[in-house]
């Protein structure tokens, strides 16, 4: 899958789903809006949010791949449930990095406040979290360190850039800079192993919902 595409789906589909019965749907052509349709709306939104973040560190990991980088987007995670990795790429050194891509509003800036991750005053902190968690699950599949960053798009980020227990925050457009200061010496043969493990061991994320459309 393309990047984004499993968090355009899942918009999808929940906009599908709070359109609702013949009744609702009259009702929104006539201008009113139930309660679960404005639920489902905002839901819907978030995840096109998410789409559109990963498909703009998508067109900015693109350059990458000319200087040796492997990029895989919207892979599955072994041991992670339904979680899925924005982006999963190994080095030209061999080494395996995660980046999570988000797209927070520019009104408030990202920071680190008593060791949690803040966007103004929402806590974020449970990005950190569960970005760990996705690199572990990573790491164990593919039996090397995982590298983890959250690359922000749109929101300002203190400092240009923070580390949070192993994770770093960056502004989405440092994202590529950092990457390269990560690589190490080259080294093409053991990054075309790593590249092969990662694209077998996490296969092409299909959400619950495709999946029980592709079985009947």
């Known amino acids: 899958m393309n990047a984004g595409a499993s968090a355009a789906a899942k918009a999808a589909a929940i906009r599908a789903a709070g359109r609702g019965r013949w009744w609702q749907r009259v009702l929104h052509a006539l201008g009113f809006r139930t309660q679960a349709a404005v639920r489902a709306a905002a839901a819907a939104a978030r995840w096109e949010a998410g789409a559109e973040g990963e498909r703009r560190t998508a067109r900015l990991l693109a350059p990458l791949t000319h200087d040796g980088w492997w990029c895989f987007a919207d892979r599955a995670i072994p041991g992670a449930g339904q979680a899925n990795a924005d982006h999963v790429l190994v080095a030209p050194c061999g080494c395996v990095c995660l980046v999570d891509s988000k797209l927070w509003h ?8 008593g060791g949690r991750l803040m966007h103004g005053r929402d806590n974020r902190d449970r990005h ?5 968690f996705e690199g572990r699950c990573i790491g164990q599949a593919v039996k090397c ?5 959250i690359a922000v798009h749109n929101a300002p980020v203190e400092a240009g850039g923070f580390t949070l227990r192993g994770v770093l925050v960056l502004p989405a457009e440092h994202l590529a800079e950092a990457l390269r200061h990560i690589c190490g010496q080259p080294d093409p043969a053991r990054a075309r192993r790593v590249a092969a493990a990662v694209d077998t061991l996490l296969p092409p994320y299909l959400p619950v919902d495709f999946r029980a459309r592709k079985c009947r």
């Open 106 to 113: 520019r009104r408030a800036s990202v920071y680190a406040a």
């Open 128 to 132: 950190v979290d569960r970005a760990q």
């Open 145 to 149: 360190p995982v590298a983890v960053l």
